[in-house]
Structure formats: structure tokens, C-alpha cells
Nanobody, 121 residues
Framework: QVQLEESGGGLVQPGGSLRLSCAAS????????MNWYRQVPGKQRELVAH???????NYADSVKGRFTISRDNAKNTVYLQMNSLKPEDTAVYYC???????WGSGFSEYWGQGTQVTVSS
């Protein structure tokens, strides 16, 4: 069994910062791509940031220059540093990862349970 556990969400004022963490646990051989998505009620889940196993990153246009994704492969953890937060960043944030559990098996997609981020004064 593989689990992704997010932490770090909460309430922050506009212009503030938050750091989300997502740790993968369980039987893990290798982790490929890791991503952060977000979703607001009534809208589709959108990709916010992506990081490859080699550290290449991509961001949604709406967060470029404000958010930074990083990973610690030794800890099987991905982070999202969010600066200059805006009310429109309010959403449930989900981490997502492609994980291989054993030699000879492919990569399967896993999701965290989500963490609420609210940007409001």
C-alpha cells in the first residue's frame, strides 16, 4: 500500500506565504513525476506545478514566479512553496505522484487526500 500525505495548508492573508509538503510512504521502489494540482468547487482540477525525477519543473502561467516546486528524493517528499498568495489561489491542493512499488512493475498514479488553502483578509 502506498499513501501520499499532504500537510501545510491553512488560512493566510493576501501577499503571504505557505509551504505545502507531501510525503509518500509504503512500499516504494521509485518515484517518477510528482505534481501539485488544485481544485475549487464547480471547476476542474488544474495542474499547478510539475517536477520530474531529474528535477525539471513546469508551472501553470497563473503561478509562475510565485510558486516553487521541489523534491527530496531521499525522503520521498515533494514541496510547494507558495509566495505572494492571492485570493484566487484559494483551493484544495492535491499532490500526485507516479510510483513503482517493485522491480519489474510499472508506475502507477497516486493521489493525496488534499489540503485546503484559503487566502483571505
Amino acid at each position: 500500500q502506498v499513501q501520499l500525505e499532504e500537510s501545510g495548508g491553512g488560512l493566510v492573508q493576501p501577499g503571504g506565504s505557505l509551504r505545502l509538503s507531501c510525503a509518500a510512504s509504503g512500499r516504494i521502489r521509485s518515484i517518477n513525476d510528482m505534481n501539485w494540482y488544485r481544485q475549487v468547487p464547480g471547476k476542474q482540477r488544474e495542474l499547478v506545478a510539475h517536477i520530474s525525477s531529474g528535477g525539471r519543473t513546469n508551472y501553470a502561467d497563473s503561478v509562475k514566479g510565485r510558486f516553487t516546486i521541489s523534491r527530496d528524493n531521499a525522503k520521498n517528499t515533494v514541496y510547494l512553496q507558495m509566495n505572494s498568495l492571492k485570493p484566487e489561489d484559494t483551493a484544495v491542493y492535491y499532490c500526485n505522484a507516479f510510483i513503482s512499488r517493485s522491480w519489474g512493475s510499472g508506475f502507477s498514479e497516486y493521489w493525496g487526500q488534499g489540503t485546503q488553502v484559503t487566502v483571505s483578509s
